[in-house]
């Protein structure tokens, strides 16, 4: 009922490294593919935490105009690589998805300026409206330049670059896609990544298990300490946001996305859940509160 009701096309729960429930709508199964929405946002924050083990980004403290030239000069230049991941750049956005207006609509809707990438045309010249690191403003234009960050840094596309790092070396069952900005063929950071269910679920097993392939952390020390903690909060639940990742009150986390995705992480239970969905809506309450429903009951079961 859940699923009909609410237009999910896949549902997994897997409790202790087993898969205790999945199910797929009529249409789907193991190999379809689904777009993450805003469920990439917490992947490209992996591929940070990633590209700081691995020394391509030097320091959570770097500002951004040492990795992306079109921000020398530039508000945004002077944001460092830390508050570009917590969404405090101090920088005015507005994420209405039925505004026409607001920024999210309008970001990719200028002409190319010759292979610079759609989200650097929009961002470069904003300003401004508090001093970095004190706001938290949900953004994703800045997870599109999260995106643009570990491309320059790396010099390989966040695909080339998750491959490398975690598809292949993890053993994912599918291969996925990324969607690439038309301007400059860059992977775009906040949205766009099409994948399996269970494969989804196994970036949520690589997250439970601290990012351990062969026994070792792809991830650097300080990202994986504070990826998921509620380092800003973001209602007055007790709920907060680390790096890309939703935090709750009780230490559980989540990567979400609009129309319904989810990727849920309990680490006291050692339990993941994602879904892959086609909401009436982006988002509502109702909606929320079903999907938190759920949640509860596959906790309670177990």
Known sequence: HYMKEYRVGGLIAIHNNKIIMEEYADGFDENTLWTSYSVAKSISSML????????????????????????????????SVEQLLTMTSGIAWDEDYVDPNSDVAQMYQKPCEG????????MKDLKLTHKPGEVWNYS???????????????GKSLAEYLSEHIWKPYGMQSCAYWLADECSN????????????????RLGLLMLNDGKIKGKSIFAEEWLENATKALYSTNQAGG?????????????????GIFGQMLYVNPDKNLVIAQ?????????????????????????SI
């Open 48 to 79: 940070v935490g990633i590209a700081l083990k691995n020394g391509d980004i030097k320091s959570m403290d770097d500002k951004l105009e040492m990795y992306i030239p079109e921000f020398k000069g530039k508000d945004y230049g002077q944001v």
């Open 115 to 122: 292979n610079e990438a759609h989200i650097l045309t929009y």
């Open 140 to 154: 994703t234009g800045e997870t599109d330049l999260v995106g643009i960050l570990v491309q320059k840094a790396s």
């Open 186 to 201: 860059l992977n775009i950071g906040g949205s766009g990544l099409s994948a399996s269910l269970r494969d989804y679920a």
């Open 240 to 256: 907060g946001y680390g790096y890309l990742w939703w935090r709750n009150a009780d230490g559980r986390y989540m990567a979400q």
């Open 276 to 300: 892959y969905a086609a909401w009436p809506q982006a988002g509502s309450e109702e909606l929320s509160n079903m999907r938190r429903e759920l949640i509860d009951a596959i906790q309670e």
